[in-house]
């Protein structure tokens, strides 16, 4: 059984502590958060303890979860390395590629390990899409389009994610799942090109293009639709012998010759009860972490190295934005 400590007991907070009450293996033991209130009235709804400090909460696990504030990745993870145990850690992994770097190498120096909470890796649909690309069954991909965007989240606590200073705008925030799953499914692109719309929260919206050997990728990202807008994630993959698509429709397969299907994606009981389907991705997120900690496997999906070149990736996509709008 792995020991878990989760630190933040926010929007996310709330996703993995559900998550880990469903996971094999995984013993959410409590939480600590700047908001004791939040934080005793989380631990209640969690059966878990709400501890008054990050360092008596450490002494008491084997992993710290941290679903804290972009700003506070750096800092929580750092500490967390000094006091050997283990991360899990939202994305972006951080504000900086500095933050980043500092992070892997204080895990590094430590012997624990570290893997940053990549969740689009591990969607069913994602995850299955990446499977057929890997198999070559449609033969190679030609273009794929990546979206996902949908109004400001509002719910931050402490508006934070308001702050440029603090979240790293829309694009670093949202949009990075987007380029970590194109890094994942085409590699590192020959060429980037980046142009969107940037106000008092950063860069809200932003049109990326990556260039290719054979492929390309258009990836489109925002969170400044007016509210009431639906949320919307959707991927379209043109292979030589087909497509798929999931947009405003179920992920549907396409192949020349064959009548078109529509994947089924199993649904899933906990043992305790609850549906492992509906919580998407973040199941088998945690469900690998935890299972790669107890093995000794090495993480496969994600590792620290591939969050740095998203992170990397990102930067430069907002970088050129904002010099595009200087011009
Ligand atoms: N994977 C995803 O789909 C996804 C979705 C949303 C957010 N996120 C990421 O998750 C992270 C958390 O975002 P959120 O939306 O849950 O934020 P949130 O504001 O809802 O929650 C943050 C929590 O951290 C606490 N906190 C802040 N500073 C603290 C400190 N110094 N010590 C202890 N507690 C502190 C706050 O009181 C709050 O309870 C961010 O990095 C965000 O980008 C990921």
């Given at each position: 059984m792995v020991r878990v400590g989760l630190v933040g007991c926010g929007f996310m907070g709330q996703m993995h502590a559900t998550v880990h009450g469903l996971v094999?293996?995984?013993?959410?033991v409590g939480v600590f958060d700047s908001s004791r209130e939040r934080g005793e009235a989380f631990a209640a709804k969690h059966g878990c303890q709400f501890y008054d400090s990050f360092e008596a909460l450490a002494n008491d696990v084997d992993v710290i979860d941290i679903c804290l504030p972009t700003f506070r990745h750096r800092e929580f993870t750092v500490k967390a390395a000094a006091l050997k145990k283990h991360v899990l850690c939202e994305k972006p992994m951080a504000l900086t590629m500095d933050d980043a770097v500092t992070m892997k190498q204080a895990c590094e120096d430590a012997g624990v390990r570290l893997m940053i909470a990549h969740c689009i890796r591990f969607w069913p649909e994602y995850a299955l899409l990446k499977q057929i690309a890997v198999t070559g069954h449609l033969g190679d991909i030609l273009s794929l389009n990546l979206t996902r965007y949908g109004e400001f989240p509002h719910w931050g606590s402490d508006n934070w994610l308001a702050d440029e200073s603090r979240a790293g705008g829309g694009a670093l925030d949202m949009h990075i799942h987007d380029t970590d799953y194109a890094l994942f499914l085409?590699?590192?692109?020959?060429e980037i090109f980046s142009a969107g719309t940037i106000d008092a929260r950063g860069v809200s919206h932003i049109f990326s293009t990556f260039v290719y050997n054979k492929a390309v990728c258009h990836l489109e990202g925002g969170w400044?639709?007016?509210?009431?807008?639906p949320f919307k994630m959707a991927f379209r993959a043109v292979f030589e012998q087909g497509a798929v698509i999931m947009d405003d429709c179920p992920m549907t397969v396409y192949e020349k010759g064959k009548e078109p299907y529509i994947p089924e994606f199993p649904k899933m009981e906990a043992a305790g009860g609850?549906?492992?389907?509906?919580l998407g991705g973040y199941y088998h997120e945690v469900a690998h972490f935890i299972d790669r900690l107890e093995?000794?496997?090495?993480?496969?999906?994600?590792n620290p190295e591939t969050s740095l070149q998203s992170l990397q990736v990102t930067l430069r996509e907002i970088e050129q934005v904002k010099s595009r709008a200087a011009r």
């Open positions: 094999k293996n995984s013993q959410l085409l590699g590192q692109p020959k400044n639709m007016p509210p009431g807008t609850g549906n492992i389907s509906d093995t000794g496997a090495p993480f496969d999906v994600t």
